[in-house]
């Protein structure tokens, strides 16, 4: 089974960039939808992004399409999250996951990485 770790958090104007990583173990990395999810304190947790394993097809919520983009690098066991134009409601605990199939849904992934903090003051 796949082992996720989450890097690349921290604080961030508005307005600005971060882009987070998702280390993963294993060999069968690419075969995973991988998806984003974060928490804001107080909050529920909620999808963010996925991406489909081979066809790296690209999924997201209405409130960060056109800033954020997943992408994913099979050879480098690695899933990635480039979050442009900021906002402090994007303030939250951002999680990677992983799937055997293709959903939004917190529980249809089965793996999840510890998470990292995004922070971003207005």
């Known amino acids: 089974q796949v082992q996720l770790v989450e890097s690349g958090g921290g604080l961030v104007q508005d307005g600005g960039s971060l882009r987070l990583s998702c280390a993963a173990s294993?060999?069968?990395?690419?075969?995973?939808?991988l998806g984003w999810f974060r928490q804001a304190p107080g909050k529920e947790r909620e999808f963010v992004s996925a991406i489909t394993s081979i066809a790296g097809n690209t999924f997201y919520a209405d409130s960060v399409k056109g800033r954020f983009t997943i992408s994913r690098d099979n050879a480098k066991n690695t899933l990635y999250l480039q979050m442009n134009s900021l906002k402090p409601e994007d303030t939250a605990v951002y999680y990677c996951a992983a799937s055997t199939m293709l959903t939004t849904a917190i529980k249809g992934y089965n793996v999840w990485g510890q998470g990292t903090q995004v922070t971003v003051s207005s």
């Open positions: 294993g060999r069968t990395f690419s075969s995973y939808v």
